[in-house]
């Protein structure tokens, strides 16, 4: 929706006036993330990465600078675009964590690869990935809010953005103890 404002010269309101004034973040964020999203989901399906080997590495090898430019950008448009109304310095503050912490995990995930641990590769890269879906969880932690409220003024916007990063990296870590005892039988054998 936000590409297609841009694009197409929609109005600008104050809604989208920052994204006016500076389009290059958010359009790379958009594109960046659009890419990170669908094709990471592909990158966790064991039997599709067994039944195409070579796609994984390929694809790897353009997720990564996807996933670091859709956390640099993120954590740019939080720092240097004006704020809405109702968003917080507190909201800022996990932005910049959150952008951090999933760039971190996409780095720890190379580095893993690159010496041939893949158990550790696939748990950083597990880890980046939850960080990175947040939004759409965050959808989900906003809905119950806005039927009961309506729109949450900036501390429950932060703190329903905040849960929606943290049940996903729960999830992720849930996920990662339940196939730990798994993973270490594969490198074994």
Do not use: K
């Amino acid at each position: 929706m936000r590409l297609n404002e841009l694009i197409g010269g929609a109005a600008v309101t104050a809604d989208n006036a920052r994204y006016f004034a500076s389009p290059l973040p958010v359009v790379l964020h958009i594109v960046s993330v659009t890419i990170y999203s669908i094709l990471g989901a592909l990158q966790f399906a064991p039997r599709f990465r067994r039944r195409r080997p070579g796609w994984h590495r390929a694809a790897g090898r353009l997720l990564i600078p996807c996933g670091l430019l859709a956390a640099v950008t993120g954590m740019w448009m939080a720092l240097f675009y004006p704020p809405t109304v109702n968003d917080s310095g507190v909201l800022v503050v996990m932005r910049v964590v959150v952008g951090t912490a999933m760039a971190g995990c996409i780095l720890l995930g190379l580095a893993a690869v690159r010496r041939r641990d893949f158990a550790r590769h696939q748990a950083w890269m597990v880890r980046g990935y939850a960080l990175g879906m947040g939004a759409g969880t965050q959808l989900l932690t906003h809905l119950p809010w806005f039927v009961l409220y309506g729109t949450p003024d900036s501390f429950p916007r932060a703190v329903l953005m905040g849960a929606g990063w943290l049940i996903n990296i729960v999830v992720a870590e849930w996920v990662l103890r339940r196939r730990r005892p798994q993973l270490r039988t594969r490198l074994v054998s």
